[in-house]
């Protein structure tokens, strides 16, 4: 059945010769590419699939450590309104304080100023009711002495001075 030579008009005849040469290529090539070529594809597949799960691994942290770090920015914002928020109540309240200082101190200098100010005019007026007395007094030594036609010394008029002072004064005005 299996010839070397087949006969052209059965097409079930094999040619054994050309049978062996192609299956002895085929198993060859199987061979050689077992040995040399798959295991370098199989190499370099292995690799690739090994860093694409790198890649999926690593963008997985990356988003991981980015959802963390918004969590953490959100988190410092929250804080950082809260610091702000506490930050102008403060500011407020110094103000307030500041004002309210300036406030008791500029009454206080306006209380003492007008408590000068009303000592000194009743300075000025026991002065002036005493300077009004004493050329009164003089004036009516003067009246008197001529009145009466004789000169009175610095003694007489002294004595007469104090004591219209001390009637006056006793009158009440």
């Known amino acids: 059945m299996f010839l070397l030579a087949a006969d052209a008009s059965n097409p079930m005849s094999v040619q054994i010769l050309p ?8 198993l060859v090539t199987v061979i050689v590419l077992s040995l040399f070529v798959w295991p370098t594809i199989a190499k370099g597949l292995d690799e690739r699939n090994e860093k694409i799960l790198g890649e999926i691994k690593a963008a997985e942290d990356a988003r991981a450590n980015a959802k963390a770090a918004q969590e953490e920015f959100e988190r410092k914002l929250v804080q950082a309104q ?5 930050m102008i109540k403060e500011a407020r309240a110094q ?6 200082d300036l406030r008791a101190r500029s009454e206080a200098e306006l ?8 000592a000194e005019m009743d300075a000025a007026r026991r002065q002036a009711v005493a300077e009004l007395e004493a050329h009164a007094a ?5 009246v008197a002495g001529k009145i009466l036609g004789r000169t009175i010394d610095a003694k007489d008029q002294k004595a007469l001075v104090e004591q219209s002072i001390k009637e ?5 005005r």
């Open 138 to 142: 003089e004036l009516a030594v003067s």
């Open 168 to 172: 006056f004064a006793s009158s009440g």
């Open 19 to 26: 049978l062996a040469t192609a299956v002895v290529v085929a």
């Open 95 to 100: 103000a307030q304080k500041a004002a309210d």
């Open 111 to 118: 209380a003492e100023l007008k408590k000068r100010a009303n």
């Open 82 to 86: 809260q610091d702000a928020d506490t």
